[in-house]
């Protein structure tokens, strides 16, 4: 399978920055598969001028029924417009809206139920790598925030440390979470079919010596897919 990567552009573009860079990408082709995680109102837009290109949304609502909850998106609006996939759990939304594992699992069961493969995002913040304390913190993260299904799901590693910060982990580092999370999974119930993707602080540079050598199957990518020749450099790279 092509290695995955996902454009995480999270709040940072207007419709029209949004439209500019996807119609640089559209022209293009790659030897990568390309997952855009755009802002939610641009969804159904953005999948009808860009037939050729596949959107992601950047949450749902823990809620899972159509209702009356203000300002929520359901997954079932979102795959009402043809959205297939959804980054659940990143971490600032774990820690800017207080998202707890077990708000993360809901979330990503809404996903599953509603033909949305989620993309649900796991880390440890430097203290707890500091003492060393990690591996457990990221088993517990994974059973907790992880719905025990057979549908396919894609873990995102992403250490808090390297978020944004031009700090990558070696690919040691990478390679030892990766085996540690394909472990845990043989070993439980979770989700048969399951994709692990790397993100944080990727860039052109990185990207490729991560793949090869981080035994993951894409990576999850943030402010480097903002720019156009940067994003498509990782896709070729
Ligand atoms: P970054 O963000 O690539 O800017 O570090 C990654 C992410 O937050 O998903």
């Known amino acids: 399978m092509n290695s995955l990567i996902i454009a995480n552009w999270k709040m940072n573009l207007n419709l029209n920055d949004t439209i500019q860079i996807c119609d640089?990408?559209?022209?293009?082709?790659?030897?990568?598969?390309?997952?855009?995680?755009?802002?939610?109102?641009?969804?159904?837009?953005?999948?009808?001028?860009?037939?050729?290109?596949?959107?992601?949304?950047?949450?749902?609502?823990i809620k899972q029924e159509l209702g009356a909850f203000t300002g929520e998106v359901s997954a079932s609006q979102l795959h009402s417009i043809g959205i297939n996939y959804?980054?659940?759990?990143?971490?600032?939304?774990?820690?800017?809206?207080?998202?707890?594992?077990?708000v993360v699992r809901q979330k990503a069961t809404n996903c599953i139920n509603k033909g949305i493969t989620p993309i649900i995002c796991i880390g440890e913040s430097a203290e707890l790598r500091k003492e060393r304390n990690y591996k457990n913190f990221?088993?517990?993260?994974?059973?907790?925030s992880i719905p025990k299904t057979e549908k396919q799901i894609i873990i995102a590693y992403e250490p808090l440390w390297s978020i944004g910060t031009n700090i990558t982990p070696t690919t040691f580092e990478i390679k030892e979470i990766a085996d540690l999370i394909k472990n845990e999974i043989a070993n439980s119930?979770?989700?048969k079919s399951i994709l692990?993707?790397?993100?944080?602080?990727?860039?052109?540079?990185?990207?490729?010596?991560?793949?090869?050598?981080?035994?993951?199957?894409?990576?999850?990518?943030?402010?480097?897919?903002?720019?156009?020749?940067?994003?498509?450099?990782?896709?070729?790279?």
């Open 24 to 61: 640089h990408l559209v022209e293009k082709t790659f030897d990568k598969t390309l997952l855009i995680a755009a802002s939610t109102p641009y969804l159904a837009l953005l999948k009808h001028k860009f037939p050729r290109l596949v959107f992601a949304a950047q949450d749902v609502s």
């Open 86 to 102: 959804a980054i659940i759990g990143h971490s600032e939304r774990r820690t800017n809206f207080t998202e707890t594992d077990s």
């Open 138 to 144: 990221l088993i517990d993260q994974l059973h907790f």
């Open 189 to 191: 119930l979770l989700a």
């Open 196 to 237: 692990l993707v790397y993100g944080g602080s990727v860039n052109s540079e990185n990207s490729r010596k991560i793949l090869k050598f981080g035994q993951v199957d894409g990576l999850l990518v943030g402010g480097a897919s903002l720019i156009t020749t940067e994003l498509i450099k990782i896709l070729n790279s």
